[in-house]
């Protein structure tokens, strides 16, 4: 396939031969506020900025020298054995920059979350890598732009809040901006803040704290699996756990009594809307298990919210939410209700506005203030099921 899209090449063309210069070609993507940088078999190296693809290069990687990329990247030499068994690598690492110093002196260094995959390229095996850019400092709940309802009822006493959206819509950075309030600031929470990922994202070393420690552990690496890290954390007297992923039901259910001893949890799902969060979690039950797990999931969830990254006007991207706290009151009313009715009885509740925010309230404020345009609205309204006639085409 020939690159036919924009361009944002270096001052400097850069020819893609080894570690030094991969690393010029991250710090760029990096000045240029890329996200993410795809190395890819047969491609120009590639970023994305602001949601839309550029070309890095003007080389087309061949398949010797993703595999000399592979390799340097991950500091692993059996790389490509591993992707040829079918095998992916998942980690986040550190790239310096040489010709730039922080207040100490030091190379300042820019963390990326890689994942190498193998694929399929011209009868054989190609190679893709994606390179995910993470801040060097965990956002604050004010650059993050997380709403004050959700700031407030983020530090319950005990209880589940649960982000949800797709790959790439800022899930573990709405995490972060609310770990680092809890850290940083005087809250409800304080004591042993353990948090389990794949991998191990933002950094909180850096963050001071009066009222917390903080240690965080990647999945693979320290402990097996997220549900073996949820009952790692219940030994370790814990103030909060974050888990980087509600990924299968041994997660679920570890997660679940974590937060019916007395925890709040912070963890994220994969769900189209809030109300689809609950039926989300409860299918990866067996089906003779799934009613018993749908009341667990709800008793012990305090915050569902649910956010999408969309363009926004004069440049870059916003998120969008949408939010219900299960109040008691709440969780009487869908646990009445079952959980063959629930996402339209939760759908219900969110519409009313009582203790949270549908998703249609937040695309009408942000079109009414210029935030986004209409097309970017209608988009958002179709993909949570709304219709609006103003929006009509």
């Known amino acids: 396939m020939r690159w036919t899209g924009a361009t944002r090449y270096p001052d400097e063309p850069i020819t893609v031969h080894g570690r030094d210069e991969v690393t010029r070609l991250l710090v760029h993507a990096v000045a240029i506020g890329a996200s993410d940088v795809i190395f890819q078999s047969g491609r120009p190296v590639l970023a994305s ?3 839309h693809l550029c070309a890095l290069t003007q080389v087309w990687l061949q398949p010797t020298t993703l595999a000399r990329i592979a390799t340097e990247l991950t500091t692993t030499d059996s790389i490509m054995s591993k992707l040829y068994s079918g095998q992916d690598f998942d980690r986040a690492i550190t790239v310096l920059e040489q010709d730039a110093s922080d207040r100490h002196a030091e190379p300042i260094g820019h963390r990326f979350r890689i994942n190498v995959t193998a694929g399929y390229y011209e009868g054989d ?6 390179c995910r850019h993470i801040p060097a400092e965990p956002p604050t709940v004010e650059q993050n732009g997380t709403e004050p309802e959700i700031v407030a009822e983020s530090t319950p006493a005990q209880g589940a809040v649960i982000i949800a959206g797709e790959t790439g819509s800022g899930k573990t950075t709405t995490i972060a901006a ?13 004591g042993n803040v353990l948090s389990y990922e794949a991998p191990i994202e933002f950094v909180f070393e850096g963050v001071p704290s009066a009222s917390c420690t903080v240690m965080q552990h990647e999945i693979g690496l320290h402990l097996p699996s997220f549900a073996a890290g949820v009952r790692n954390s219940l030994r370790r007297k814990p103030a909060l756990i974050m888990v980087g992923e509600l990924r299968d039901m041994d997660t679920v259910l570890a997660s679940v009594e974590a937060a019916q001893t007395g925890h709040p949890i912070y963890t994220t799902t994969h769900a189209n809307d809030v109300a689809h969060i609950l039926r989300r979690l409860t299918l990866k039950f067996p089906a003779d298990l799934q009613v018993q797990a749908f009341h667990d999931v709800l008793s012990s969830t305090h915050l569902l919210v649910s956010q999408l990254l969309v363009p926004k006007v004069g440049g870059g991207r916003v998120c969008l939410r949408e939010w219900q706290v299960l109040t008691d009151p709440v969780r009487r009313e869908v646990a009445r209700a079952g959980m063959a009715e629930a996402v339209e009885t939760l759908r219900a509740i969110i519409a009313r506005g009582e203790d949270g925010r549908s998703m249609r309230v937040t695309v009408m404020s942000a079109l ?3 935030v986004i345009d209409v097309a970017t609205a209608r988009r958002v309204l179709d993909r949570y099921g709304y219709r609006d006639a103003r929006l009509a085409a």
Do not use: A, F, N, Y
């Open 49 to 51: 900025v602001h949601g």
């Open 125 to 130: 095996v190609g190679v893709q890598i994606v």
């Open 368 to 370: 009414e203030r210029g």
């Open 178 to 190: 609310l770990m680092r309030r809890v850290i940083e600031e005087p809250t409800p929470i304080h």
